[in-house]
């Protein structure tokens, strides 16, 4: 999910800078958001005085207060990329896995290029790293070669801009967590998930709470995080019934094969049924009946 602050600035022709930062990555429940904060570089110092810092340095308050400030700054344009706890799974969990570190790289690539989209003249761009700073700006670089990238560890302690971003960032979670509907409507559900890091007791608690063992946690759990496999320990195993396959793939009429999922929601396909679902053999009845095969061009 996308979301911005919505007109574009008279000021977007003039050069620009950037701040870029992200709140969320290490929670078990909820989204990823990626937040960034952009002005005019002749804007810069008078921004410096808006008294941005670390998000994680301010209470919720505070940055609510300033959230709204920066909104109302006529000086200043805003976007976030909110990441949900689906999204982060199903790519950590695919065949071809897109590690945490990618699908970050990749939401603040994006939100530079909807700056660029939208007539904004970036020039700086500041960013708190992921991985290595140095290989991150390069390959920042690389993609935008007119933009000068700064990437360095603790940016948002560092740059205003960035502190800035870190507000936005940080409050966009906060509110979707606040304001999160349950698409679950299991009885005795309920909202004290605490701060939705992996070592807060009351997070455990919840997850604890809400673990089902057939059809695992609720979709406001990351279930590729490696938290959940051990609230699944005693998961019911379940049995994936396909039609049986030669191994060179061409459809068998002989029987059933059975495939193995454990813990179902949480950890991802063993190794054989994984190749089978992914490559379209094994496929049941219902599609073989109706001759119905995968395309991919039309």
Same mark, same amino acid.
């Given at each position: 999910?996308?979301?911005?602050?919505?007109?574009?600035?008279?000021?977007?022709?003039?050069?620009?800078?950037?701040?870029?930062?992200?709140?969320?990555?290490?929670?078990?429940?909820?989204?990823? =958001? @990626? +937040?960034?904060?952009?002005?005019? =570089?002749?804007?810069? #110092?008078?921004?410096?005085?808006?008294?941005?810092?670390?998000?994680? &340095?301010?209470?919720?308050?505070?940055?609510?207060?300033?959230?709204?400030? /920066?909104?109302?700054?006529?000086?200043?344009?805003?976007?976030?990329?909110?990441?949900?706890?689906?999204?982060?799974?199903?790519?950590?969990?695919?065949?071809?896995?897109?590690?945490?570190?990618?699908?970050?790289?990749?939401? !603040?690539? +994006?939100? =530079?290029?909807? !700056?660029?989209?939208?007539?904004?003249?970036?020039?700086?761009?500041?960013?708190?790293?992921? +991985?290595?700073?140095?290989? @991150?700006? &390069? #390959?920042?670089?690389?993609?935008?070669?007119?933009?000068?990238?700064? %990437? !360095?560890?603790?940016?948002?302690?560092? @740059?205003?801009?960035?502190?800035?971003? $870190?507000?936005?960032?940080?409050?966009?979670?906060?509110?979707? /967590?606040?304001?999160? %509907?349950?698409?679950?409507?299991?009885?005795?559900?309920?909202?004290?998930?605490?701060?939705?890091?992996?070592?807060?007791?009351?997070?455990?608690?919840?997850?604890?709470?809400?673990?089902?063992?057939?059809?695992?946690?609720?979709?406001?759990?990351?279930?590729?995080?490696? &938290?959940?496999?051990?609230?699944?320990?005693?998961?019911?195993?379940?049995?994936?019934?396909?039609?049986?396959?030669?191994?060179?793939? $061409? $459809?068998?009429?002989?029987?059933?094969?059975?495939?193995?999922?454990?813990? %179902?929601?949480?950890? $991802?396909?063993?190794?054989?049924?994984?190749?089978?679902?992914?490559? +379209?053999?094994?496929?049941?009845?219902?599609?073989?009946?109706?001759?119905?095969?995968? /395309?991919?061009?039309?």
């Amino acid at each position: 999910m996308e979301a911005e602050s919505v007109v574009v600035p008279k000021w977007g022709c003039e050069p620009c800078i950037m701040g870029i930062d992200e709140a969320g990555r290490g929670p078990v429940l909820g989204p990823m =958001v @990626y +937040g960034c904060l952009y002005c005019p =570089v002749s804007y810069e #110092k008078t921004m410096a005085s808006l008294n941005f810092a670390d998000s994680k &340095t301010l209470k919720e308050e505070k940055r609510e207060e300033l959230f709204e400030n /920066l909104k109302a700054d006529e000086s200043i344009g805003w976007a976030v990329d909110v990441i949900d706890s689906r999204e982060l799974s199903a790519k950590m969990l695919k065949k071809n896995k897109i590690n945490l570190n990618e699908i970050s790289h990749n939401s !603040a690539i +994006g939100l =530079v290029k909807r !700056a660029l989209n939208t007539g904004i003249l970036l020039t700086e761009v500041y960013v708190d790293t992921v +991985g290595d700073p140095e290989k @991150y700006r &390069t #390959k920042l670089s690389d993609i935008f070669p007119s933009i000068k990238f700064v %990437v !360095a560890k603790k940016a948002d302690s560092l @740059y205003p801009v960035v502190s800035g971003a $870190s507000i936005v960032a940080k409050v966009t979670r906060d509110r979707a /967590l606040r304001n999160w %509907v349950f698409d679950e409507s299991a009885e005795n559900m309920h909202r004290n998930f605490g701060s939705g890091y992996p070592g807060d007791p009351e997070t455990k608690n919840w997850l604890e709470h809400h673990k089902h063992t057939v059809f695992g946690f609720p979709t406001l759990v990351r279930f590729s995080w490696g &938290t959940c496999k051990s609230y699944f320990k005693d998961g019911i195993e379940v049995l994936w019934e396909s039609d049986a396959t030669d191994e060179d793939g $061409s $459809s068998g009429k002989t029987g059933k094969k059975q495939l193995k999922l454990s813990s %179902v929601g949480f950890t $991802s396909m063993k190794k054989r049924s994984e190749e089978i679902e992914s490559s +379209g053999k094994g496929r049941c009845k219902f599609f073989q009946a109706r001759k119905l095969e995968q /395309l991919s061009k039309f």
